[in-house]
């Protein structure tokens, strides 16, 4: 079974078991997991009745190339449920995001949504958070922020586009990147660490998403789907 065939299974199963016929507007997360949501909620929404918020400019595009209706979050500012990838996925539900760079204004659309759903493949699970945590931050403050997150026992780094740009990854807002490790988190301490790096002179948002994803759908490697539930909905 290959990884794309694990990421279509988890995200056919997460519209097929979530969407209800009640909804009407829809969170649209970035990455390539999500590609199969849109294609799914595209094969279901016939008539073209739901409004579609997309994370970012790779989402908008992939409503619009599926003829999609959509929204803007300052529009739509209850959204029903919102769908959306992740970098790793802790045993607590709590995630790592912005591997694209497109973490606030998917942390936006999830927290104005009644339900957020969240579908990737085997590799994302974890039992704690061990990945460098993206962070969207201020280019003039960027070397301050370095410091305090030295202070914090962090690791930063800044996202460099590689071979497809001088310098650094601007996101979708004008910001840089900086890409932080604080080696194992366990999944207790995942919420402090997403406030003290928010209260940061210059941090837009963390790559942190304490809390807030209400199901996880797993693509395994055999062909199945792991459900994986936030303790308190257990
Ligand atoms: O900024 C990007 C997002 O947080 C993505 O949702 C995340 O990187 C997962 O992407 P993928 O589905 O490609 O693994």
Redesign the pocket.
């Known amino acids: 079974m290959s990884t794309e065939n694990a ?1 279509k299974n988890a995200s056919y199963a997460a519209v097929d078991q979530n969407l209800d016929p009640s909804h009407q507007v829809v969170g649209i ?6 590609v199969y949501v849109v294609e799914r909620l595209a094969q279901l929404d016939t008539e073209r009745r739901l409004v579609c918020v997309p994370t ?1 400019f790779q989402a908008r595009e992939l409503i619009l190339s599926h003829r999609l209706h959509l929204g803007r979050v300052d529009e739509y500012v209850d959204i029903d449920i919102a769908f ?4 790793e996925i802790d045993s607590d539900l709590n995630l790592i ?7 606030f204004l ?1 942390k936006l659309v999830a927290s104005c949504a009644r339900k957020f759903i969240v579908v ?1 493949d085997h590799r ?1 699970s974890s039992v704690a958070l061990s990945r460098g945590v993206p962070l969207e931050v201020v280019s003039v403050a960027h070397k301050r922020v370095f410091l305090e997150l030295e202070r914090l026992g962090g690791r930063p780094r800044l996202r460099d586009a590689g071979d497809r740009k001088a310098g650094p990854v601007v996101t979708d807002h004008g910001n840089l990147v900086v890409d932080c490790e604080f080696g194992e988190i366990r999944p207790e301490r995942v919420a402090e660490l997403d406030v003290k790096i928010k209260a940061l002179v210059g941090v837009v948002e963390t ?1 942190f998403f304490p809390g807030m994803a209400h199901k996880a759908y797993i693509g395994l490697e055999d062909g199945t789907v792991r459900v994986q539930k936030r303790r308190a909905a257990l």
């Open positions: 990421k997360g970035s990455g390539t997991t999500i970012s959306d990838g992740a970098d995001k912005g591997g694209g760079a497109c973490m998917e990737a994302k790559g």
